[in-house]
Protein backbone atom coordinates (compact mmCIF):
# COMPACT_ATOMS: atom_id res chain seq x y z
CA UNK A 1 0.00 0.00 0.00
CA UNK A 2 2.63 2.06 0.61
CA UNK A 3 4.22 2.00 -2.81
CA UNK A 4 0.68 3.32 -4.40
CA UNK A 5 1.54 6.61 -3.14
CA UNK A 6 4.45 7.44 -4.71
CA UNK A 7 3.60 5.92 -7.92
CA UNK A 8 0.04 8.38 -8.17
CA UNK A 9 2.11 11.27 -7.55
CA UNK A 10 4.19 10.79 -10.20
CA UNK A 11 1.13 9.78 -12.55
CA UNK A 12 -0.45 13.32 -11.65
CA UNK A 13 2.66 14.77 -12.35
CA UNK A 14 2.45 13.44 -16.41
CA UNK A 15 -0.83 14.26 -16.31
CA UNK A 16 -0.01 17.47 -17.43
CA UNK A 17 2.20 16.87 -20.19
CA UNK A 18 -0.37 14.88 -22.65
CA UNK A 19 -2.55 18.04 -21.81
CA UNK A 20 -0.19 20.70 -22.97
CA UNK A 21 0.79 19.17 -25.86
CA UNK A 22 -2.65 18.72 -27.37
CA UNK A 23 -3.09 22.64 -25.65
CA UNK A 24 -0.09 23.59 -28.23
CA UNK A 25 -0.80 21.07 -31.27
CA UNK A 26 2.46 19.35 -30.75
CA UNK A 27 3.26 16.45 -27.85
CA UNK A 28 5.17 17.70 -24.94
CA UNK A 29 6.72 14.08 -24.77
CA UNK A 30 5.11 11.64 -26.80
CA UNK A 31 5.05 8.84 -24.04
CA UNK A 32 3.83 11.01 -20.96
CA UNK A 33 0.00 9.27 -21.57
CA UNK A 34 1.31 6.07 -21.74
CA UNK A 35 3.73 6.52 -19.02
CA UNK A 36 0.48 8.19 -16.64
CA UNK A 37 -1.60 5.01 -17.51
CA UNK A 38 1.06 3.05 -16.69
CA UNK A 39 1.35 4.44 -12.96
CA UNK A 40 -1.82 3.99 -12.65
CA UNK A 41 -2.16 0.23 -13.24
CA UNK A 42 1.18 -0.40 -11.21
CA UNK A 43 -0.36 1.62 -8.91
CA UNK A 44 -3.53 -0.85 -9.19
CA UNK A 45 -1.41 -3.93 -8.93
CA UNK A 46 0.31 -3.34 -5.62
CA UNK A 47 -2.86 -1.92 -4.30
CA UNK A 48 -4.16 -5.20 -2.29
CA UNK A 49 -7.42 -4.91 -3.93
CA UNK A 50 -10.46 -6.94 -2.83
CA UNK A 51 -12.14 -9.43 -4.61
CA UNK A 52 -12.42 -9.31 -7.91
CA UNK A 53 -8.51 -8.26 -7.99
CA UNK A 54 -8.56 -8.03 -11.54
CA UNK A 55 -11.50 -5.62 -12.97
CA UNK A 56 -9.59 -2.37 -11.52
CA UNK A 57 -6.08 -3.38 -13.39
CA UNK A 58 -8.24 -4.82 -16.67
CA UNK A 59 -10.19 -0.96 -16.82
CA UNK A 60 -7.20 0.63 -16.82
CA UNK A 61 -5.04 -2.05 -19.05
CA UNK A 62 -7.60 -1.14 -21.31
CA UNK A 63 -6.81 2.70 -21.44
CA UNK A 64 -3.18 1.94 -21.48
CA UNK A 65 -3.72 0.05 -24.93
CA UNK A 66 -5.34 2.82 -25.93
CA UNK A 67 -2.21 5.13 -25.01
CA UNK A 68 0.15 3.32 -27.20
CA UNK A 69 -2.63 2.95 -30.01
CA UNK A 70 -2.80 6.85 -30.22
CA UNK A 71 0.67 7.32 -29.61
CA UNK A 72 1.63 10.69 -31.44
CA UNK A 73 4.10 10.89 -34.53
CA UNK A 74 7.47 11.58 -33.66
CA UNK A 75 8.10 15.35 -33.81
CA UNK A 76 8.84 16.45 -37.45
CA UNK A 77 7.11 13.27 -38.77
CA UNK A 78 4.89 15.69 -40.77
CA UNK A 79 1.32 15.22 -41.06
CA UNK A 80 -1.77 16.79 -39.35
CA UNK A 81 -1.61 18.32 -36.06
CA UNK A 82 -2.24 16.17 -33.01
CA UNK A 83 -6.03 16.53 -32.75
CA UNK A 84 -8.41 15.10 -30.87
CA UNK A 85 -10.58 14.58 -33.53
CA UNK A 86 -9.73 15.14 -36.69
CA UNK A 87 -12.49 16.67 -39.73
CA UNK A 88 -13.22 14.68 -42.63
CA UNK A 89 -13.95 16.23 -45.91
CA UNK A 90 -16.46 14.49 -46.73
CA UNK A 91 -19.73 13.26 -44.77
CA UNK A 92 -19.24 9.81 -44.56
CA UNK A 93 -21.81 8.14 -42.14
CA UNK A 94 -20.60 5.14 -41.07
CA UNK A 95 -16.75 6.58 -40.68
CA UNK A 96 -18.60 9.19 -38.35
CA UNK A 97 -19.65 7.10 -35.88
CA UNK A 98 -16.45 5.07 -36.37
CA UNK A 99 -14.50 8.32 -36.10
CA UNK A 100 -16.31 8.80 -32.48
CA UNK A 101 -16.25 5.58 -31.63
CA UNK A 102 -12.67 5.39 -31.64
CA UNK A 103 -12.40 8.65 -29.16
CA UNK A 104 -14.29 6.81 -26.47
CA UNK A 105 -13.87 3.07 -26.88
CA UNK A 106 -11.62 2.38 -24.16
CA UNK A 107 -12.96 4.45 -21.75
CA UNK A 108 -16.54 3.17 -22.40
CA UNK A 109 -15.05 -0.08 -22.07
CA UNK A 110 -13.69 0.71 -19.08
CA UNK A 111 -16.79 2.45 -17.24
CA UNK A 112 -19.01 -0.76 -18.51
CA UNK A 113 -16.23 -3.42 -16.79
CA UNK A 114 -16.45 -1.19 -13.28
CA UNK A 115 -19.93 -1.19 -13.49
CA UNK A 116 -20.82 -4.60 -14.37
CA UNK A 117 -18.30 -6.01 -11.23
CA UNK A 118 -19.70 -3.70 -9.06
CA UNK A 119 -23.49 -3.85 -9.49
CA UNK A 120 -23.24 -7.58 -9.88
CA UNK A 121 -20.63 -7.72 -6.43
CA UNK A 122 -22.35 -4.99 -4.08
CA UNK A 123 -25.54 -4.07 -5.97
CA UNK A 124 -27.36 -1.15 -8.17
CA UNK A 125 -27.63 2.22 -6.05
CA UNK A 126 -30.27 3.39 -3.70
CA UNK A 127 -32.96 5.08 -4.37
CA UNK A 128 -31.79 8.76 -3.32
CA UNK A 129 -28.62 7.69 -6.11
CA UNK A 130 -30.80 6.51 -8.86
CA UNK A 131 -32.97 9.46 -8.27
CA UNK A 132 -29.64 12.15 -8.66
CA UNK A 133 -28.08 9.74 -11.83
CA UNK A 134 -31.63 10.43 -13.28
CA UNK A 135 -31.56 13.74 -13.23
CA UNK A 136 -28.21 13.99 -14.49
CA UNK A 137 -28.90 11.69 -17.34
CA UNK A 138 -31.78 14.06 -18.79
CA UNK A 139 -29.78 17.04 -18.67
CA UNK A 140 -27.37 15.13 -20.82
CA UNK A 141 -29.98 13.74 -23.17
CA UNK A 142 -31.56 17.26 -23.03
CA UNK A 143 -27.95 18.86 -24.27
CA UNK A 144 -27.43 15.95 -26.68
CA UNK A 145 -31.32 16.07 -28.15
CA UNK A 146 -30.62 19.91 -28.33
CA UNK A 147 -27.13 20.10 -29.97
CA UNK A 148 -28.62 17.31 -33.01
CA UNK A 149 -31.71 19.80 -32.87
CA UNK A 150 -29.92 22.87 -33.62
CA UNK A 151 -27.72 21.19 -36.32
CA UNK A 152 -30.92 19.59 -38.15
CA UNK A 153 -32.42 23.44 -38.66
CA UNK A 154 -29.50 24.82 -39.86
CA UNK A 155 -29.10 21.82 -42.55
CA UNK A 156 -30.65 23.15 -45.63
CA UNK A 157 -33.26 20.37 -47.10
CA UNK A 158 -32.13 17.39 -48.61
CA UNK A 159 -28.70 16.91 -46.29
CA UNK A 160 -30.40 14.23 -44.55
CA UNK A 161 -27.13 12.24 -44.53
CA UNK A 162 -25.24 15.08 -42.57
CA UNK A 163 -28.09 14.87 -39.89
CA UNK A 164 -27.88 11.18 -39.48
CA UNK A 165 -24.17 11.17 -39.33
CA UNK A 166 -24.47 13.85 -36.41
CA UNK A 167 -26.70 11.81 -34.60
CA UNK A 168 -24.71 8.99 -34.81
CA UNK A 169 -21.47 10.57 -34.27
CA UNK A 170 -22.78 11.48 -30.68
CA UNK A 171 -24.00 7.82 -29.16
CA UNK A 172 -20.80 6.80 -28.37
CA UNK A 173 -20.20 9.95 -25.88
CA UNK A 174 -23.63 9.95 -25.13
CA UNK A 175 -23.38 6.12 -23.75
CA UNK A 176 -20.12 6.96 -21.94
CA UNK A 177 -21.40 9.70 -20.49
CA UNK A 178 -24.46 7.97 -19.20
CA UNK A 179 -22.18 5.03 -18.44
CA UNK A 180 -20.15 7.12 -16.10
CA UNK A 181 -23.49 8.51 -14.57
CA UNK A 182 -24.48 5.12 -13.35
CA UNK A 183 -21.16 4.35 -12.37
CA UNK A 184 -20.51 7.28 -9.95
CA UNK A 185 -24.13 6.81 -8.30
CA UNK A 186 -23.27 2.83 -7.55
CA UNK A 187 -19.89 4.12 -6.05
CA UNK A 188 -21.30 6.75 -4.22
CA UNK A 189 -24.04 4.18 -2.53
CA UNK A 190 -20.83 2.62 -1.24
CA UNK A 191 -19.31 5.87 0.06
CA UNK A 192 -16.43 5.85 -2.61
CA UNK A 193 -16.99 9.70 -3.16
CA UNK A 194 -13.24 10.30 -4.68
CA UNK A 195 -14.14 7.38 -7.07
CA UNK A 196 -17.71 8.59 -7.87
CA UNK A 197 -16.34 12.44 -8.13
CA UNK A 198 -13.95 10.73 -10.81
CA UNK A 199 -16.93 8.89 -12.71
CA UNK A 200 -18.80 12.26 -12.63
CA UNK A 201 -15.84 14.12 -13.77
CA UNK A 202 -15.52 11.54 -16.69
CA UNK A 203 -19.73 12.52 -17.48
CA UNK A 204 -18.25 15.42 -18.17
CA UNK A 205 -15.79 15.07 -20.16
CA UNK A 206 -17.70 12.63 -21.88
CA UNK A 207 -20.20 15.67 -22.55
CA UNK A 208 -17.03 18.02 -24.50
CA UNK A 209 -16.01 14.63 -26.48
CA UNK A 210 -19.62 14.22 -27.70
CA UNK A 211 -19.67 18.08 -28.83
CA UNK A 212 -16.50 17.20 -30.41
CA UNK A 213 -17.71 14.74 -32.38
CA UNK A 214 -20.51 16.77 -33.55
CA UNK A 215 -17.65 19.16 -35.12
CA UNK A 216 -15.69 16.87 -36.90
CA UNK A 217 -18.78 15.99 -39.16
CA UNK A 218 -18.06 17.77 -42.09
CA UNK A 219 -21.12 20.26 -42.30
CA UNK A 220 -22.21 23.37 -44.77
CA UNK A 221 -19.99 26.60 -44.03
CA UNK A 222 -23.28 28.28 -42.84
CA UNK A 223 -23.80 25.43 -39.79
CA UNK A 224 -20.21 25.36 -38.57
CA UNK A 225 -20.54 27.56 -35.79
CA UNK A 226 -23.53 25.48 -34.77
CA UNK A 227 -21.72 22.61 -34.68
CA UNK A 228 -18.54 24.34 -32.53
CA UNK A 229 -20.96 26.29 -30.09
CA UNK A 230 -19.14 24.95 -26.86
CA UNK A 231 -15.83 24.75 -28.70
CA UNK A 232 -16.13 28.36 -29.17
CA UNK A 233 -16.13 29.44 -25.82
CA UNK A 234 -12.60 28.63 -26.02
CA UNK A 235 -11.35 30.83 -28.41
CA UNK A 236 -7.86 29.04 -30.46
CA UNK A 237 -4.86 31.31 -30.77
CA UNK A 238 -2.01 31.20 -32.68
CA UNK A 239 0.63 30.28 -29.19
CA UNK A 240 -2.89 27.90 -28.07
CA UNK A 241 -4.88 26.56 -31.06
CA UNK A 242 -6.48 24.04 -28.95
CA UNK A 243 -7.85 25.03 -25.66
CA UNK A 244 -11.08 23.28 -25.69
CA UNK A 245 -9.50 19.83 -26.21
CA UNK A 246 -7.00 20.03 -24.18
CA UNK A 247 -9.32 21.06 -21.25
CA UNK A 248 -11.27 17.87 -22.28
CA UNK A 249 -7.79 16.00 -21.99
CA UNK A 250 -6.80 17.19 -18.51
CA UNK A 251 -10.28 16.24 -17.33
CA UNK A 252 -10.62 12.98 -18.25
CA UNK A 253 -7.04 12.19 -16.78
CA UNK A 254 -8.49 13.86 -13.55
CA UNK A 255 -11.03 11.55 -13.76
CA UNK A 256 -8.97 8.20 -14.03
CA UNK A 257 -7.08 9.25 -11.18
CA UNK A 258 -10.02 10.05 -9.44
CA UNK A 259 -11.31 6.74 -10.08
CA UNK A 260 -8.28 4.55 -9.34
CA UNK A 261 -7.34 6.62 -5.98
CA UNK A 262 -10.77 5.96 -4.88
CA UNK A 263 -10.84 2.56 -5.67
CA UNK A 264 -7.66 1.50 -3.94
CA UNK A 265 -8.41 3.32 -0.92
CA UNK A 266 -9.31 0.93 2.13
CA UNK A 267 -13.52 0.58 2.07
CA UNK A 268 -15.06 3.18 4.21
Known amino acids: MRARTPLLICAVVFAAAPAAGILLADPVWRYAEVLFYGLLLASTVVSGLSAPRWALPA ?77 AVMVIGAFAIMRIAQVALAVRSGQLDAVI ?45 LDASIGAVPLPLDTHRVALSSWSAFEPTLTMPQPFPALTSLVELAAFALLVVGLTRARP
Open 165 to 209: AVVLAVLPGLALALTALALAAVLARHGRWLAAAGAALLAIAAVAH
Open 59 to 135: AVGLLLVDAVRTLPAEPGAGGQAWLMVAPADSVDTPSEFESALALCWAPLAAVILLLAVIWRRDGGPRRRGVLAAGS
